[in-house]
T-cell receptor, first 114, second 110 residues
């Protein structure tokens, strides 16, 4: 079965360190998204991509970067992690050219920045 | 994206129907209405979506007001596994990202 996976599932890092969160989907979806979810809040969009070599900023993109070198993967990099970036990170993918298509989410990565 | 307004929380008895409301008075004619839910410690999952007409699927029904300024997600028979945060989201036509609000936390009582 096709799926979307994230790794690691849990990560603890020190302030100022760089970390990359992986997202891999096997549906061959063009569209991929990264969200963060802070305790007790909804999801906020960080970055998204509509295809290989395409990246776009979401509402909370400062301090994060993404690159899309193939269809299956959209890694999220925190260049210099800050305590404010402690959160749960969700990756998602979606087929086609319309927002009406179902969006599939990964299981999340819980990141703690100390 | 047009905004949606949902109650912060709702409670339901097990095996009773649940009606989750969503107001979206600034919806445009081509905006889709989506519902996703997030079970505890999981990523969100798709529930249903619609444009103008009411929609039914195996999980739920979506009732859309005639003027499209509000909609209601209907769970026909709530189970304990339906306890989750339910998000009502509007999206413009075309390939736009979904923008999540805070949703409604549904508690189901046995």
């Amino acid at each position: 079965d096709a799926e979307i996976t994230q790794s690691p599932r849990h990560k603890i890092i020190e302030t100022g360190r760089q970390v990359t969160l992986a997202c891999h989907q096997t549906w061959n979806h063009n569209n991929m998204f990264w969200y963060r979810q802070d305790l007790g809040h909804g999801l906020r969009l960080i970055h998204y991509s509509y295809g290989v070599h395409d990246t776009n900023k979401g509402e909370v993109s400062d301090g994060y970067s993404v690159s899309r070198s193939n269809t299956e993967d959209l890694p999220l990099t925190l260049e210099s992690a800050a305590s404010s970036q402690t959160s749960v990170y969700f990756c998602a993918s979606r087929a086609g050219q319309g927002s009406y298509n179902e969006q599939f989410f990964g299981p999340g990565t819980r990141l703690t920045v100390l | 994206d047009a905004k949606t307004t949902q109650p912060n929380s709702m409670e339901s008895n097990e095996e009773e129907p649940v009606h989750l409301p969503c107001n979206h008075s600034t919806i445009s004619g081509t905006d889709y209405i989506h519902w996703y839910r997030q079970l505890p410690s999981q990523g969100p999952e798709y529930v249903i979506h619609g444009l103008t007409s009411n929609v039914n699927n195996r999980m739920a029904s979506l009732a859309i007001a005639e003027d499209r300024k509000s909609s209601t997600l209907i769970l026909h028979r709530a189970t304990l596994r339906d306890a989750a945060v339910y998000y009502c989201i509007l999206s413009a036509s075309g390939n736009t990202p979904l923008v999540f609000g805070k949703g409604t936390r549904l508690s189901v009582i046995a």
